[in-house]
C-alpha cells in the first residue's frame, strides 16, 4: 500500500456535493482507501477563462493501484459524475488530479508525479500541507519551503496560478 494525495475540485452545480461524490465514489473503488480529506478551500479558476470560483480540497489516500492504474480511477469518477471535455482549464464538475504517490516520481505520456504545477498552486499548496505539514515534494523540497518560495515569487510579480 502506498499513500497518495489527490487534488480535487468543482465549480458547476452543487461543488460541495460534487466534492463529496468524488470521495465517496474514489473509497469505493477496490484499492483505494480514503484516510483524509483536507478542508474546503473556495479559489479562484486558473487559466483566463471565466467562469465561477472552484472548491476544492485534497485527499490522502492509501491504495494498491499503480500510479497509471490511479488514474485511470479517477479519471472513472470524473466520468461518473458528468465531466465534459471542453476548453483547456474551463468549468469542472469533477477534477482530480494525483499530487504525490508515496516518495515516488514518475513520468509517463499521461502522467507526471509529483504533478507538474504542484509547486506553482496555493489551491493545491495548503490544503496539502494541512493534511501532511511535514511532507516533502519529491524534487521540490520541503512543504513549507515551495509555500515561501511561492509566496516570495507572488511578492515579485514572477508566478502564475493562483
Known amino acids: 500500500m502506498v499513500t497518495a494525495y489527490l487534488s480535487i475540485g468543482s465549480n458547476i452545480e452543487n461543488r460541495m456535493k460534487n466534492l463529496e461524490q468524488i470521495s465517496e465514489i474514489l473509497n469505493g473503488i477496490k484499492g483505494i482507501c480514503l484516510e483524509g480529506v483536507s478542508s474546503i478551500y473556495k479559489t479562484a479558476p486558473v487559466g483566463g477563462v471565466k467562469q465561477r470560483m472552484f472548491y476544492n480540497a485534497v485527499l490522502k489516500v492509501r491504495t494498491e493501484l499503480s500510479p497509471l492504474e490511479l488514474l485511470l480511477a479517477c479519471k472513472r469518477v470524473e466520468n461518473v ?35 507538474k504545477e504542484i509547486s506553482k498552486r496555493f489551491f493545491v499548496l495548503i490544503p496539502l500541507y494541512e493534511m501532511a505539514p511535514r511532507i516533502n515534494i519529491p524534487g521540490a523540497g520541503n512543504i513549507k519551503r515551495v509555500i515561501k518560495t ?9 508566478a502564475g496560478g493562483k
Open 150 to 158: 511561492l509566496i516570495d515569487f507572488k511578492r515579485a510579480g514572477k
Open 81 to 115: 459524475l458528468g465531466r465534459k471535455k471542453t476548453i483547456k482549464w474551463g468549468p469542472r464538475i469533477a477534477d482530480i488530479d494525483i499530487l504525490l504517490y508515496g516518495r515516488k516520481q514518475f513520468q509517463s505520456a499521461k502522467l507526471v508525479i509529483p504533478h
